[in-house]
């Protein structure tokens, strides 16, 4: 068993089972794109050498199609791609295997990040329902408020009375007026106003 070490292979030797439309051409453009801007790839892609200067891809088809765009936009920033080459059959194995393992983690990961994005977001939904059912609770109160404050408004075309110039017949029929108008304030509560005024 040989040590695992990247290689640098011509893109041009590399041929890959998958068919190219697997994949969304606009998705393959962006990856081309960062890929001349970097000149390379940071996520080296596995390889079988399967003759002379002559490759099948094991892992990382994508990869593989993206440098082949990049080639094709500027073949000389494009014309190699990083990659661990298995050089033979006996080590074939044991490549699959830690792709495997390594796939799996990576999947496993993003579906708990995904999972825990999905809660973040209906804990967010479900703030913003409760944020709008109180600002609609508080705007209701205002206007019950200001409906109470309005009941206890003189009119504008009524003579202020002074309470000291007022007879208690006055005090008295001013306040049943208002009284009248404002729920809760009934006779016994006007009676104690008077006899405190008297």
Do not use: H
Not at 116 to 125: F, K, P, Q, Y
Request: hydrophobic share 35%.
């Amino acid at each position: 068993m040989v040590k695992i070490s990247p290689s640098i292979v011509m893109v041009e030797d590399i041929s890959s089972s998958l068919s190219r439309t697997t994949f969304s051409e606009a998705d393959l453009e962006k990856a081309a794109q960062l890929i001349l801007k970097m000149e390379g790839i940071i996520t080296p892609i596995v390889l079988q050498k399967v003759g002379i200067d002559s490759y099948t891809v094991i892992e990382g088809d994508f990869e593989y199609y993206a440098a082949l765009r990049a080639e094709e936009i500027d073949p000389m920033k494009g014309e190699t791609i990083n990659a661990y080459v298995i050089k033979s059959k006996k080590e074939l194995p044991f490549y699959q295997q830690q792709i495997e393992v390594f796939r799996k983690q990576s999947v496993s990961t993003n579906n708990s990040y995904t999972s825990n994005n999905i809660e973040i977001l209906n804990a967010i939904r479900d703030i913003s329902i409760q944020l709008s059912e109180i600002d609609s609770k508080q705007v209701k109160q205002n206007g019950e408020i200001k409906a109470q404050l309005k009941a206890f408004s003189i009119p504008k075309d009524s003579t202020p009375v002074s309470m000291q110039s007022c007879t208690k017949k006055q005090l008295q029929n001013k306040l049943k007026e208002i009284f009248s108008r404002t729920k809760g304030l009934g006779d016994k509560t006007l009676q104690k106003i008077l006899d405190n005024w008297s």
